[in-house]
């Protein structure tokens, strides 16, 4: 589909094939990104990894963040974090098991502790930096998503202004800057007293400030570099983990039958244990397939950053002009019909036999891209959800509140959520 914002092309690629064909046939040309004001007030002038564009700097801030900050070994270094948060929250539902449970509450809670111990190496209070540092994370994510009308009509920017968007960038983004702030130096003063914690992994500050003074990308890793990098770290990873993890909960909710496979199948390797640890999630082969059709029907990330062809290239036979935005319709692909018998069915058991993968390797369910744009954090995500996933129904049996029914509204931006938290009651499970 060829559409105009403005003075733009900007063609929406709805199939599994126009997929392949960005991301694979011919992704070195479509490995651009175009200019988003958004992203260069908030990320300082888009000196990250997701909205870069393609260049030297790129490549180089890609290879620190697959290479230093998200590789298989620094992921694994961190699983005693998602060991932890994960025991807390099944505490804190424990608690909770008299009444009715926000379960987004619980499950953004310790996403967010999850990525500030991996990230900056502690939780923050809110207020504790003189800002509050959740709410402003919680407006950050939301103002990245949120349409500029001036990326399209340059003429149009004034809007920003009238309607108060100008102002309330700034001052998200001035309040970002002094929490990242206060928390790299931080780091450096401890640093420098030599109070580095024995035994415990690297947190992604100090993995950055030590390639920063060692300059070992072969470019200078700049201070705003860095807390760009941070940033893209809260972005991606906050909003992806807790938001998949509250529509697996809702499907599994509206399904009896596939939560009670799974809770057979978590209990099973589960037994005889206290809790699940990540060794046994890779015998769980129902759980990776919930989780995928979860994927499948409810990307977090709907329609994909925006990218941009740095030349002229044939997309499905069809010619496009240099400098046309493509936006990859994820939410579309994982309904199309043709890939999928009944698409709009929540089946996990159709991936049980099949070896369609969700990191970029196949184009049926794209939740991370894939090619050179892809999220390098997927790894992180999905060890992440999967260790949540299995220690709820491990530990719980879960069900409606009486006479509830389950609101399937969505509510999109850069993410798409539920509109409305989910509500639940939790009751123990005991052999």
């Known amino acids: 589909m060829l559409l105009h914002f403005g003075s733009k092309p900007v063609i929406v690629a709805s199939s599994v094939d126009a997929a392949r064909d960005i991301m694979k046939t011919n992704d070195l040309v479509w490995s651009n990104r175009p200019k988003c004001k958004?992203?260069?007030?908030?990320?300082?002038?888009?000196?990250d990894v997701s909205f870069s564009p393609y260049g030297e700097y790129w490549r180089q801030i890609r290879s620190v963040t697959v290479l230093h900050l998200l590789s298989n070994k620094r992921v694994q270094s961190y699983r005693h974090v998602r060991e932890e948060e994960t025991s807390n929250m099944i505490d804190e539902i424990r608690k909770r098991c008299d009444s009715v449970i926000d379960l987004r509450d619980v499950l953004c809670?310790?996403?967010?502790?999850?990525?500030?111990?991996?990230?900056?190496?502690?939780?923050?209070?809110?207020?504790?930096?003189?800002?509050?540092?959740?709410?402003?994370?919680?407006?950050?994510?939301?103002?990245?998503?949120?349409?500029?009308?001036?990326?399209?009509?340059?003429?149009?920017?004034?809007?920003?202004?009238i309607t108060g968007l100008d102002t309330k960038v700034d001052k998200v983004a001035k309040e970002l800057d002094t929490f990242l702030e206060l928390v790299i130096e931080e780091h450096m003063l401890r640093n420098e007293k030599g109070e580095n914690r024995a035994g415990e992994a690297k947190d992604l500050v100090d993995v950055l400030l030590e390639i920063q003074n060692g300059n070992e990308t072969g470019i200078p890793l700049q201070r705003d570099s860095l807390k760009a990098l941070l940033l893209d770290t809260f972005s991606a990873g906050t909003d992806t983990i807790y938001t998949a993890l509250e529509w697996t909960m809702t499907e599994l909710l509206m399904h009896p039958r596939a939560m009670e496979k799974l809770q057979n199948e978590v209990r099973g390797f589960a037994q005889g244990k206290a809790e699940v640890t990540e060794d046994d999630l890779g015998n769980m082969h129902y759980l990776k397939a919930v989780i995928k059709e979860t994927f499948r029907l409810h990307p977090p990330v709907p329609l994909l950053v925006p990218r941009e062809s740095m030349e002229e290239v044939k997309l499905l036979g069809y010619h496009i002009p240099a400098k046309t935005q493509v936006i990859i319709n994820a939410w579309t692909i994982g309904r199309d019909p043709l890939s999928w018998d009944d698409p709009e069915d929540y089946r996990p058991d159709?991936?049980?036999?099949?070896?369609?993968?969700?990191?970029?390797?196949?184009?049926?369910?794209?939740?991370?891209?894939?090619?050179?744009?892809?999220?390098?954090?997927?790894?992180?995500?999905?060890?992440?959800?999967?260790?949540?996933?299995?220690?709820?129904?491990?530990?719980?049996?879960?069900?409606?509140?009486?006479?509830e029914e389950l609101d399937m509204t969505e509510c999109t931006g850069l993410t798409i959520r539920r509109k409305s938290p989910l509500l639940a009651l939790a009751t123990p499970y005991s052999t």
């Not at 958004?38 to 000196?47: C, E, F, N, Q």
């Not at 049980?352 to 390098?376: A, Q, T, W, Y």
């Open 38 to 47: 958004m992203a260069d007030r908030l990320l300082y002038d888009s000196k």
């Open 109 to 161: 809670c310790m996403t967010k502790n999850i990525i500030n111990r991996v990230a900056l190496g502690r939780k923050y209070n809110d207020g504790e930096s003189g800002i509050d540092a959740k709410a402003t994370l919680n407006k950050f994510v939301e103002l990245l998503g949120t349409f500029n009308v001036g990326d399209y009509i340059p003429w149009l920017e004034w809007v920003n202004r």
């Open 350 to 403: 159709r991936f049980l036999n099949s070896n369609i993968d969700i990191k970029g390797l196949n184009f049926e369910v794209i939740p991370f891209g894939g090619g050179r744009r892809g999220c390098p954090g997927s790894v992180f995500a999905i060890v992440a959800i999967e260790l949540a996933l299995a220690r709820i129904v491990h530990k719980f049996n879960l069900a409606l509140p009486k006479g």
